[in-house]
């Protein structure tokens, strides 16, 4: 099935962003999501993921405490809040999904990513 991102945009130092991330695919509920980013000149990094009933998350150390990953398996949509925004968070993020029983935190087990967020520093 196909991921489809939204959100992002302009935001402040401290600021707030939502993003979200739509599945056309009808068993969504099946699949644990995760997000990704990918910063200029870096490697792509974990940042969430979240396993397909919503009752397991895992965070990157560096997001603990600020952003929360949650899902709407009725709306087939995962979302990203992310809090206390800082330069280092600029980067293009990305949510795929796994069809694995565990929730895994390595983007080579993930599959059907989206197209991309860009999220840009804060100004």
């Known amino acids: 099935g196909q991921l489809v991102q939204s959100g992002g945009g302009l935001v402040q130092p401290g600021g707030s962003l939502r993003l979200s991330c739509t599945a056309s695919?009808?068993?969504?509920?099946?699949?644990?999501m995760a997000w990704f980013r990918q910063a200029p000149g870096k490697e792509r990094e974990f940042v969430a993921a979240?396993?397909?009933?919503?009752?397991?998350?895992r965070y990157a150390d560096s997001v603990k405490g600020r952003f929360t990953i949650s899902r709407d398996n009725v709306k087939n949509t995962v979302y990203l809040q992310m809090n206390s925004l800082k330069q280092e968070n600029r980067a293009v993020y990305f949510c795929p999904a796994d069809g694995w029983k565990e929730l895994r935190i390595t983007s080579e087990h993930y599959t059907n990513w989206g197209q991309g967020t860009q999220v840009p520093a804060p100004s």
């Open positions: 979240i396993i397909w009933s919503g009752g397991v998350t």
């Open positions: 695919e009808r068993f969504f509920y099946m699949y644990n």
